[in-house]
């Protein structure tokens, strides 16, 4: 694909520990820059029993732990194949990932929602969701007017197979340990742009909006 460069359709990759936001601000890219939000774990989901020779993804998210390579590869490459520009959204999450998508395409700018692990467990332990429409809650921060129940299409809310406390903890003990490196990758290549995500969602995307304008 192309060379790195300003450009109309900005390739996007959010990086931050698992609850840091990204899903939340991924939306907002999508709407203001007009690229798709390509998520590795809503695909993931939506797949979660199938069989793969690695098993199904289900296995692997249930504990928290990282699906194999090729499985989320071949779900990237697909989803890329199709698009100029993109937010992409839990991919990469190791160095061997990050290799893999420099292969496929450059990216335009990398930010970086940094959040401590205390506010990750708070704001993921209480977040809902519909299973019909996709739409997310938070208990405390951003409930919907009737408890338990879809604003946008009245669906009872579930929570995250993989939200509850223990699971969590997990996620946030394999992110550092297999995505922190990718972090460190993307600061040393100069691409990164570090926003303070332990704001109020409006407040973080004012300065994610502001960085991203600077970048392309
Ligand atoms: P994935 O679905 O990608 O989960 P994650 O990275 O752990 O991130 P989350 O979706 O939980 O959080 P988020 O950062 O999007 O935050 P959100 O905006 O929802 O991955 C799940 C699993 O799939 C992985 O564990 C792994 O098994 C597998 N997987 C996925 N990608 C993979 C890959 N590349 N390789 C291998 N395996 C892979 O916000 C969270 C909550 O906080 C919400 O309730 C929201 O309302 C609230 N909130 C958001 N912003 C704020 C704010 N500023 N203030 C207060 N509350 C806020």
């Given at each position: 694909?192309?060379?790195?460069?300003?450009?109309?359709?900005?390739?996007i990759?959010?990086?931050?520990?698992?609850?840091?936001?990204?899903?939340?601000?991924s939306?907002?890219?999508?709407?203001?820059?007009?690229?798709?939000?390509?998520?590795?774990?809503?695909?993931?989901?939506?797949?979660?029993?199938?069989?793969?020779?690695?098993?199904?993804?289900?296995?692997?998210?249930?504990?928290?732990?990282?699906?194999?390579?090729?499985?989320?590869?071949?779900?990237?490459?697909?989803?890329?194949?199709?698009?100029?520009?993109?937010?992409?959204?839990?991919?990469?999450r190791?160095?061997?990932?990050?290799?893999?998508?420099?292969?496929?395409?450059?990216?335009?700018?990398?930010?970086?929602?940094?959040?401590?692990e205390?506010?990750?467990?708070r704001?993921l332990?209480?977040?809902?969701?519909?299973?019909?429409?996709?739409?997310?809650?938070?208990?405390?921060?951003?409930?919907?007017?009737?408890?338990?129940?879809?604003?946008?299409c009245?669906?009872?809310?579930?929570?995250?197979?993989?939200?509850?406390?223990?699971?969590?903890?997990?996620?946030i003990?394999?992110?550092?340990?297999?995505?922190?490196?990718?972090?460190t990758?993307?600061?040393?290549?100069?691409?990164?742009?570090?926003?303070?995500?332990?704001?109020?969602?409006?407040?973080?995307?004012?300065?994610?909006?502001?960085?991203?304008?600077?970048?392309?």
């Amino acid at each position: 694909m192309s060379e790195s460069q300003g450009s109309n359709d900005p390739r996007i990759v959010l990086l931050g520990p698992p609850g840091a936001g990204k899903g939340t601000q991924s939306a907002n890219i999508e709407e203001r820059f007009g690229v798709p939000h390509v998520t590795t774990g809503d695909a993931l989901r939506a797949n979660r029993d199938v069989e793969t020779e690695h098993g199904t993804p289900r296995e692997y998210m249930e504990e928290g732990e990282l699906v194999p390579d090729p499985v989320v590869n071949e779900i990237v490459a697909e989803a890329l194949s199709n698009t100029q520009g993109f937010v992409l959204d839990g991919y990469p999450r190791n160095v061997d990932q990050a290799e893999y998508l420099a292969e496929m395409t450059a990216v335009d700018v990398v930010p970086f929602l940094q959040v401590g692990e205390e506010e990750l467990v708070r704001r993921l332990t209480g977040r809902r969701v519909c299973p019909d429409c996709g739409a997310n809650y938070h208990v405390e921060f951003d409930a919907p007017d009737e408890e338990g129940v879809c604003d946008e299409c009245g669906a009872e809310l579930t929570q995250r197979e993989d939200d509850s406390e223990d699971v969590v903890r997990e996620r946030i003990r394999v992110y550092e340990e297999n995505t922190e490196p990718v972090v460190t990758h993307y600061r040393e290549s100069g691409e990164l742009i570090e926003v303070d995500g332990e704001q109020s969602p409006e407040e973080v995307w004012e300065k994610l909006r502001e960085a991203i304008d600077a970048a392309i």
